[in-house]
Structure formats: C-alpha cells, structure tokens
T-cell receptor, first 114, second 114 residues
Framework: DSGVTQTPKHLITATGQRVTLRCSPR?????VYWYQQSLDQGLQFLIQ???????AKGNILERFSAQQFPDLHSELNLSSLELGDSALYFC?????????????FGNGTRLTVT | AQSVTQPDIHITVSEGASLELRCNYS??????LFWYVQSPGQGLQLLLK????DTLVQGIKGFEAEFKRSQSSFNLRKPSVHWSDAAEYFC????????????WGAGTKLIIKP
C-alpha cells in the first residue's frame, strides 16, 4: 500500500461532461503529481503541486485543471470530455518538490468517456 | 531533445531465467536515473535509483541496475525471475536542467512463461 488514495476507482461518463478526480497524498508528502496513462500515449505528466502551489506543468490540456487544497489533497477537473480522454489517471505524491524524491503512486482512476 | 528510450515494448522470459531490460538516455551529462514497476491494476512503485557513486545499484524485489556512462545506459537486471515479476517496467530520468522533472520511458511489458 503506497498510502496514496484516489477516488473514484472507475468513472464512466458521456462526451461533453465534466468530472472531478480526487487524490489524498501519503501522510507527510507535500507534493502531488497527476499523470495520464493511455495505450497510445503512454505515461504523460500533467501537472505538479507543492504545498498548495503549482510547481510544474506538463502536457495538460486547457480543458483540464487541478488544485491542491490546504489539507494537501488534490483534485483534477476534466471538462468538455472527449472520447480521447478515456485513460487511467494517476496521482502520485512525494516529500519534496523535486522528482529526485521517490514518487508514491495511487492505484489510479479509470475514466471511460462514451 | 531530452528523452529516455526503452527499446523493447515486450519481453518474454521463462520463469527462473535471467532478465535484462534496457534503458538509454539521450543527454550528455549524467542524469538521475530510476526504475519503476507497475503491476497489473496498480500504480507505479520505485524499484531503485542512481544518483552517483557505485554504478551498480541494488533495489527491491531482487532487482539491480548498472549505470554505464559510455553507453548512456541504465539497464535493469534480475538473475532469476518469478511469475510475480510479470508487470510493466518504466525507466525514468531527471536531467539537471529540466527543473527536476521526471522524463519517462515508454515502458517494457514483461511476460513470464511458466
């Protein structure tokens, strides 16, 4: 058990809809990362927060947004969903803001857009 | 461009046989190097990392990796694989000038033959 909790585990929704994915980091970790994993794109880094502040941005679409709250949990919001957004979304947490600190991954949220 | 290459998409080995998964990085200066494993239905877990020092590093689950500067490689090895090693393995790299963000390889899926 990595200590990172992601909810929900599965999500099925229709195109054009909006969803929110939630992540609770491992106790003591200040950094939260969001990743998208799909068969055709592999593992794609979306965004990182550290202690409530955005730290780094990757291949995140404008339709997607995230935030990290004062209690350090994080939410990833996906809007105007398209079929191509179907993927596994992972949250990872680490102690520090640098990637040299080991990342602890949750088990992911599988999003299916129909 | 900074990149990480895992040349093998799939590798099949027999249970009890030795394993070597390849990883090559593209940049000149020695980066920070990592191997993560993703078991079916789960998030990624850190196997081992190399920052400096002894070029042969030991990790969890009986894995080791060797950094070879001359070949820009960081190959993962295990002397004898078990059926439970069936998973996807990701090599990841942090380049010094990349704001300490991880750059991920495409992954190698390991299949174990009984």
């Amino acid at each position: 058990d990595s200590g990172v909790t992601q909810t929900p585990k599965h999500l099925i929704t229709a195109t054009g809809q909006r969803v929110t994915l939630r992540c609770s980091p491992r106790s003591g970790d200040l950094s939260v990362y969001w990743y998208q994993q799909s068969l055709d794109q592999g593992l794609q880094f979306l965004i990182q927060y550290y202690n409530g502040e955005e730290r780094a941005k990757g291949n995140i679409l404008e339709r997607f947004s995230a935030q990290q709250f004062p209690d350090l949990h994080s939410e990833l919001n996906l809007s105007s969903l398209e079929l191509g957004d179907s993927a596994l979304y992972f949250c990872a947490s680490s102690e520090r803001d640098r990637g040299t600190s080991p990342l602890h991954f949750g088990n992911g949220t599988r999003l299916t857009v129909t | 461009a900074q990149s990480v290459t895992q040349p093998d998409i799939h590798i099949t080995v027999s249970e009890g046989a030795s394993l070597e998964l390849r990883c090559n990085y593209s940049y000149g200066a020695t980066p920070y190097l990592f191997w993560y494993v993703q078991s079916p239905g789960q998030g990624l877990q850190l196997l081992l990392k190399y920052f400096s020092g002894d070029t042969l590093v030991q990790g969890i689950k009986g894995f080791e990796a060797e950094f070879k500067r001359s070949q820009s490689s960081f190959n993962l090895r295990k002397p004898s694989v078990h059926w439970s090693d069936a998973a996807e393995y990701f090599c990841a790299v942090i380049y010094m000038d990349s704001n300490y963000q991880l750059i991920w390889g495409a992954g190698t899926k390991l299949i174990i033959k009984p």
